[in-house]
């Protein structure tokens, strides 16, 4: 498949990363995640931990100001914004692009959609599923009662919906800033990765500007 730098967007237990990994290994293709942040820390020299998974440091800011970051310029060290939430996310967009020259990968989460948007090749993924199938999949990995993981899970998803609207102005759960919106829970992992495959080879078979017919000449 020519078609195969895929960013994916996920709700907390949906399984987005599942779907990412296998999606890796199928295609024998480089899977990127939280490589983003190690990879951004050493460019920049910047603590791993200011790079806070999805999340803006100043919560705040994300109702203040949810427009969008107009630009990508990053700033200088000697800068008093140097480690202000806009240049951490300039740091991260500028390794989310040189990954994507690389070649073909998997990129989960930090807004690689709206980064890589309008490059040639790329395949945009929302996954979500239904509450109860978020929940018993993020018990699997969360030693906590249940009415606390049902608290993890709606504040992961306010963050990360907080912080894509920040970062990008738009509604991170809105089908249209995607390719696909995919449900896992109905799905099923192994499903959703195969409608993702599915969805490539489709759109690579289809010829976008298709001749026009020949008018009859006779």
Known sequence: MATTIITIARQYGSGGRTV??????QLGIPYYDRDIITMASEDSGINARLFTDEKLKSPLRSLIRPR????????????????KDDNLFAIQAKIIRELSERGPCIMIGRCADHVLSGKPGVVSVFVHAKPDFCLREAMKVNSLPEREVLRLIEKTDDYRARYYKYCTGKNWNDARNYDLSLDSSKLGFDGTARAILAYIAQREDCDPFPEPPERDKG
Request: hydrophobic share 30%; aromatic share 10%.
């Open 20 to 25: 990412g990994h296998m999606l890796s290994a």
């Open 68 to 83: 969008g970051i107009d630009h990508y310029n990053i700033q200088s060290p000697e800068s008093a914004g140097f480690t």
